[in-house]
């Protein structure tokens, strides 16, 4: 694997495999929060930070971006080292997966997998999609795959469509529901907090989409981004009413709300990838060149 590494300032909380150590450095988290979970998040994005080719049917999403072997490598290893994956539905339904059927969302590196079950011993791979409506299509690869378990985090309304849809295909209580609140839209810092309390996750990866990344972020419970960066221009769209999102949504901040990152490793693989992992920091005050 063509895999460098520039530079690494990582706590060493986690057991790598010597090999492992060797590629990556160090690897692992401060304590997390008290009553939510540590969130991280990770994608991958253009040179002008596009997310996903959105308006091509079938060719959207980080697959498309990445073409990095590498790049899933890493996909893996910190899917490895979380509790948890959340991932927003839209995510679920735009990315055609390997199939056209979607992804389970797995850890497909064999020796990571063994590691998080073994060594870690961490709970069974969860992905906890995010929806509003419930429209979520249970056939798909992530609602029946061996290697993950799926939950749904969603609002009463959700919850009462998504057990009819269940129903109706025979898998009633099969899937575990989590309904926070009676609105139209869940309110993600009260369902992370119930994430840590009453499920158990203390570390929460968010691998899309850019719209619940942004929430996040805009409610200040993002404490890490991981980011590939890979060397290509996307554009706007070949759709005009269609944009290509970035993978930071819809925040807009001015320059003493923008928040900043602090890094915290770099590697890189040549020629088209590199890899950041970046601490928020929050805003910066003043205007100096600190
Ligand atoms: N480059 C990358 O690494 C990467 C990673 C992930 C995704 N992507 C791309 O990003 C695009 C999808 O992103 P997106 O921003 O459109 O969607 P998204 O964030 O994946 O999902 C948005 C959906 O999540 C649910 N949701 C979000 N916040 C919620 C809340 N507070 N309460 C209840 N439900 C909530 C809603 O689902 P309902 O509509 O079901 O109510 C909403 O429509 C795709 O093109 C995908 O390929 C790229």
């Given at each position: 694997?063509?895999?460098?590494?520039?530079?690494?300032?990582?706590?060493d909380?986690f057991?790598?495999?010597?090999?492992?150590r060797a590629?990556?450095?160090?690897?692992?988290?401060?304590?997390p929060?008290?009553d939510?979970?540590?969130?991280?998040?990770?994608?991958?994005m253009s040179?002008?930070?596009?997310?996903?080719?959105?308006?091509?049917?079938?060719?959207?999403?980080?697959?498309?971006?990445?073409?990095s072997?590498?790049?899933?490598?890493?996909?893996?290893f910190?899917?490895?080292?979380?509790?948890?994956?959340?991932?927003?539905a839209?995510?679920?339904?735009e990315?055609?997966?390997?199939?056209?059927?979607?992804?389970?969302f797995?850890?497909?590196?064999?020796?990571?997998?063994?590691y998080?079950?073994?060594?870690?011993k961490?709970?069974?791979?969860?992905?906890?999609?995010?929806?509003?409506?419930?429209?979520?299509?249970?056939?798909?690869?992530?609602?029946?795959?061996?290697?993950?378990?799926?939950?749904?985090?969603?609002?009463?309304n959700?919850?009462?469509?998504?057990?009819?849809?269940?129903?109706?295909?025979?898998?009633?209580?099969?899937?575990?529901?989590i309904?926070?609140?009676?609105?139209?839209?869940?309110?993600?810092?009260?369902?992370?907090a119930?994430?840590?309390?009453?499920?158990g996750?203390?570390?929460?990866?968010?691998?899309?989409?850019p719209?619940?990344?942004?929430e996040?972020?805009?409610k200040r419970?993002i404490?890490?981004?991981?980011?590939t960066?890979?060397s290509?221009?996307?554009?706007?769209?070949?759709?005009?009413?269609?944009?290509?999102?970035?993978?930071y949504?819809?925040?807009?901040?001015?320059?003493?709300?923008?928040?900043?990152?602090?890094?915290i490793?770099?590697?890189?693989?040549?020629?088209?990838?590199?890899?950041?992992?970046?601490r928020y920091?929050?805003?910066?005050?003043?205007?100096?060149m600190?």
């Amino acid at each position: 694997m063509n895999f460098q590494r520039c530079f690494n300032t990582s706590e060493d909380t986690f057991p790598l495999p010597p090999h492992l150590r060797a590629l990556y450095g160090p690897f692992g988290f401060p304590q997390p929060p008290e009553d939510r979970p540590y969130i991280t998040s990770n994608f991958v994005m253009s040179l002008d930070g596009r997310a996903s080719f959105r308006e091509l049917e079938g060719r959207t999403g980080g697959h498309e971006i990445s073409r990095s072997s590498e790049d899933r490598w890493l996909m893996d290893f910190l899917r490895a080292h979380h509790d948890a994956q959340l991932m927003g539905a839209n995510t679920l339904r735009e990315e055609p997966g390997k199939d056209v059927r979607g992804w389970d969302f797995g850890i497909d590196d064999d020796e990571l997998r063994i590691y998080r079950r073994e060594t870690l011993k961490l709970r069974p791979q969860t992905i906890i999609v995010v929806t509003a409506l419930g429209n979520v299509d249970v056939s798909l690869p992530i609602f029946n795959s061996a290697r993950v378990e799926p939950w749904l985090l969603t609002t009463e309304n959700g919850e009462t469509n998504l057990k009819s849809r269940l129903k109706a295909v025979g898998r009633e209580g099969t899937i575990k529901i989590i309904s926070v609140g009676s609105g139209k839209w869940l309110d993600l810092a009260a369902a992370v907090a119930l994430l840590r309390q009453r499920h158990g996750i203390q570390t929460l990866l968010c691998e899309g989409g850019p719209t619940v990344y942004a929430e996040l972020l805009q409610k200040r419970l993002i404490d890490e981004d991981f980011r590939t960066l890979s060397s290509q221009v996307l554009g706007l769209s070949t759709v005009p009413t269609i944009d290509r999102p970035s993978s930071y949504g819809g925040v807009s901040y001015e320059p003493e709300t923008a928040p900043w990152f602090k890094l915290i490793s770099l590697h890189y693989s040549l020629p088209y990838h590199v890899f950041f992992r970046l601490r928020y920091q929050g805003p910066r005050p003043g205007h100096g060149m600190k």
